[in-house]
């Protein structure tokens, strides 16, 4: 069971951009999704990274913004967030989880180790 360190949240203005940052104490061995979550909603699957960082699956709601990279050297995952609107303000959590899918990466059920989360809040 990974254990990740989450990293680069906080706030941003509108049209702004931030990058979070999910690190492991090891080389990661499996897919790696992000995950947001506001109050009063259920948590959104942003998007995920395959196991070789080879290809990624984005949301809708995020698709030409926001992108996913991962640094094997250094055991890291990367949400580089661009042109952020205030709707994407909320609580980032990235997970790990065998299955990469357009429908698996939505799911929280199919992740199994998770980060501690980070807030992002775009706000003017």
């Known amino acids: 069971q990974l254990q990740f360190v989450q990293s680069g949240g906080g706030l941003a203005q509108p049209g702004g951009s931030l990058r979070l940052s999910c690190e492991a104490s090891t080389y990661i061995p499996y897919t790696i999704a992000w995950f947001r979550q506001t109050p009063g909603k259920e948590r959104e699957g942003v998007g995920c990274?395959?196991?070789?960082?080879?290809?990624?699956i984005l949301a809708d709601s995020v698709k030409g913004r926001f992108t996913i990279s991962k640094d094997d050297a250094k055991n890291v995952v990367y949400l580089q967030m661009n042109s952020l609107k205030p709707e994407d303000t909320g609580v980032y959590s990235c997970a790990g989880g065998l299955p990469f899918s357009q429908s698996h990466c939505r799911e929280t059920k199919y992740f199994g180790d998770w980060g501690p989360g980070t807030q992002v809040t775009v706000s003017s």
């Open positions: 990274i395959n196991l070789h960082g080879t290809a990624i």
